[in-house]
């Protein structure tokens, strides 16, 4: 019943470390089925060389497990919360890649230095303020979903648009439509984050790109008119 998400989440999560971007179990990908309600995700812990598709755990947009016999990732509620509120999302990727989250434990948004970034997006990629206590002391994981969410409601962002953030204190976040955009928009992060602390540190006065060129490159790529690949 469950097996195509299974396989699909099973992908995703290898190629994580395939990409660089985890050290040991740092990272998970979830996958949703959003005609069933429900989600595969990573299981809590376990080296990526020991997984299989049918480790992964199925999981309901409530963070209630629906499938499996191992404990899901330990991220999972705020996976489930971004599912709920944010109906266009099919997949989840959480990553500790060490640009993006040195960028994290700055409290830095990512400034929109070059055309690779405005390939991609069109704003600087948001940090989430840290968590106030009384969230930290809550019910941690499911928290973290809603500081995402309320950081793209306070800055007026479109989660359609910018598919990535990183959350203040602590590390990456980025989805699409499926598992696999999920990981590529978390690899675009990590590289973007790469090469805007380069940037800082060959020019700390380097300028932000500007709007003519970030408009021609989003636009040659998303726009009405894209022109950039083969569809």
């Not at 690779?116 to 499911?142: F, K, Q, R, V, W």
């Not at 499926?178 to 984050?193: D, F, P, R």
Request: charged letters at 20%.
């Amino acid at each position: 019943m469950y097996q195509s998400i299974k396989d699909e989440a099973y992908h995703c999560n290898m190629q994580l470390p395939q990409l660089g971007l985890v050290l040991f179990t740092f990272g998970n990908v979830s996958v949703a089925d959003r005609s069933k309600g429900v989600f595969a995700i990573k299981p809590s812990g376990v080296p990526y060389d020991e997984l299989t598709p049918d480790k992964m755990v199925i999981v309901d947009f409530d963070g209630k497990i629906v499938e499996g016999t191992l404990r899901p990732s330990s991220d999972t509620k705020t996976h489930a919360v971004l599912y709920k509120h944010w109906e266009g999302i099919g997949g989840i990727t959480h990553t500790h890649s060490t640009y993006a989250t040195a960028w994290a434990q700055s409290q830095r948004d990512i400034p929109i230095f070059g055309t690779t970034h405005a390939d991609h997006l069109t704003t600087d990629i948001p940090c989430a303020p840290p968590m106030s206590d009384e969230m930290i002391l809550g019910n941690y994981e499911y928290e973290t979903g809603f500081q995402i969410i309320n950081h793209f409601e306070a800055q007026k962002l479109d989660y359609k648009e910018v598919e990535m953030i990183l959350v203040g204190n602590h590390a990456p976040f980025a989805w699409g439509k499926t598992g696999i955009k999920s990981v590529y928009n978390s690899a675009v992060l990590e590289t973007v984050a790469q090469m805007a602390l380069l940037t800082e540190q060959i020019n700390p006065q380097a300028p932000r790109l500007k709007d003519a060129l970030i408009k021609k490159h989003y636009e040659r790529k998303h726009g009405g008119e894209a022109y950039y690949g083969q569809e």
